[in-house]
């Protein structure tokens, strides 16, 4: 009799859409646009007064279109306020949907006595707002992290991972609403280079961070059980190496690093405009990396 070979061509199918990706990408953008624009009214730092009003609109703004992609994800969107209804305290995702509804509340409330003038009460909900703010997107991180099937996500350094890179990509929006707000919109049509030198400062300095978060975690990876391995190699020499290597190391971080320390450069507005928005596709490349690259290893 001959022999029969089988072949079955079952597709590796991956539950969770590039949706949860941009949503987790904007509500770090909204984490970070709401912390910068406590600095002043919140913690006093007057240099930064001019990221308030601003900060706090562009956290409600990214807030309100984060959802979306969130109930877009679902098969049943229409269901999401089930979330409320059947409840489990040890999930964050029943957390997140509590936070999802208190961060944005409290902005409001932030955002009306902040343009009413009501300095204490503006410090005291943008106080309040802060471990809000941080909540929201790091349950985002929780949500993987316990994924305990999934090398990629299943590492405690994934938290805060995700406040790093939220600050890092809201410090770089920041960046860009000031300058096209200055330069388009102001009476004086003039850059506050101070205020922007600051900035340049933090995004560097958190970039730096973020960088020494990644490496380590790729690292760690490297060491691990054979899943892990797998998923190493993915992102270094596999088919999502353009999105980590490519997009989120060289393009989102090196260059950026580069373009902000350099004294030739890190002077000039556009020069750092241009390293903002590198940065700020090198965070989006993270969260896709992350999301569709950690659903990519095969279950074993």
Excluded: C
Excluded at 111 to 140: C, E, N, Q, W
């Amino acid at each position: 009799m001959a022999n029969i070979l089988i072949t079955y061509n079952v597709e590796h199918e991956l539950p969770l859409s590039i949706h949860l990706a941009v949503y987790f990408y904007l509500t770090g953008l909204s984490a970070g646009s709401f912390i910068l624009s406590t600095l002043a009214y919140g913690f006093g730092m007057e240099q930064f007064k001019p990221l308030g009003k601003v900060g706090v609109i562009m956290a409600i703004l990214l807030l309100v279109m984060a959802p979306l992609n969130l109930i877009a994800d679902m098969e049943q969107p229409f269901r999401f306020w089930y979330l409320f209804l059947y409840l489990n305290p040890t999930s964050p995702i029943t957390w997140g949907s509590f936070l999802l509804t208190l961060y944005p509340l409290n902005s409001l409330v932030y955002a009306y006595f902040m343009f009413r003038g009501d300095a204490p009460r503006t410090k005291f909900f943008g106080l309040i707002g802060i471990p809000l703010a941080v909540s929201v997107h790091g349950y985002t991180g929780f949500i993987l992290a316990l994924g305990k099937a999934r090398a990629l996500w299943n590492t405690a350094l994934m938290p805060t991972l995700f406040l790093v890179s939220a600050m890092v990509s809201g410090i770089a929006m920041m960046i860009l609403v000031v300058i096209i707000k200055d330069r388009f919109f102001s009476p004086e049509r003039q850059v506050k280079t101070e205020l922007i030198s600051r900035l340049t400062q933090l995004l560097a300095g958190t970039i730096i961070l973020d960088l020494f978060l990644v490496v380590s975690d790729v690292l760690v990876l490297l060491t691990s059980d054979a899943e892990a391995k797998e998923g190493a190699s993915l992102i270094l020499t596999g088919e999502l190496s353009p999105y980590f290597l490519g997009m989120e190391i060289l393009l989102g971080s090196l260059v950026p690093l580069f373009i902000l320390t350099f004294p030739l450069t890190r002077r000039r507005v556009s020069a750092v405009a241009f390293a903002s928005a590198l940065v700020m596709v090198g965070i989006m490349a993270m969260r896709y990396v992350m999301v569709i690259g950690g659903q990519m290893v095969p279950l074993s």
